[in-house]
């Protein structure tokens, strides 16, 4: 089983992927004009949130405090949507999918390392359920890049 502060850290960053894809999925709807991809978009953003909420429960019980703020999840934020802000710019729906697409395989990564780890059954079924929704979504995304959808 793995100590405490290990499963403080793996939760936190956690809670940083689901930041990073609320706010990446918050600005690709902001900045699609397709109403099919804005409301997926959206949910997915809203989705990101409700999980982050999930995991913040999840990292007080364990004895955190402040959830995502402890220094080694500050310094090493994840940056799989960093280019969002190019294709959003050029209002490139195209771009704008490649990277929501690419931040999602980083997400889905970053639960895959979880799960690897040896967690009490609670959280690793919160874990796996969010990585299910994951999953989906980064199939979903990468579904609407292949369609061109409408564009």
């Not at 953003?45 to 999980?51: E, T, V």
């Not at 405090?65 to 490139?92: F, Q, T, Y």
């Not at 690793?124 to 609407?144: G, K, M, N, P, S």
Request: charged residues 30%; negative net charge; contains cysteine.
């Amino acid at each position: 089983m793995e100590t405490n502060s290990d499963l403080r850290l793996t939760v936190d960053e956690l809670i940083q992927t689901c930041r990073d894809g609320q706010e990446g999925f918050l600005t690709a709807a902001e900045n699609i004009d397709d109403p099919e991809v804005k409301r997926v978009f959206h949910e997915l953003s809203l989705q990101r949130a409700k999980f982050t909420g999930e995991l913040q429960s999840v990292s007080h019980h364990l004895g955190e405090s402040k959830p995502e703020n402890n220094g080694s999840v500050a310094g090493a934020m994840h940056r799989s949507w960093i280019d969002l802000k190019a294709a959003v710019e050029g209002k490139d729906v195209h771009g704008i999918l490649v990277e929501c697409e690419r931040g999602e395989d980083s997400a889905v990564g970053e639960y895959k390392k979880a799960l690897e780890l040896d967690l009490p059954a609670n959280l690793r079924e919160i874990i796996l359920h969010q990585f299910t929704a994951i999953q989906f979504a980064y199939d979903r995304v990468r579904e609407l890049r292949d369609e061109g959808v409408r564009w």
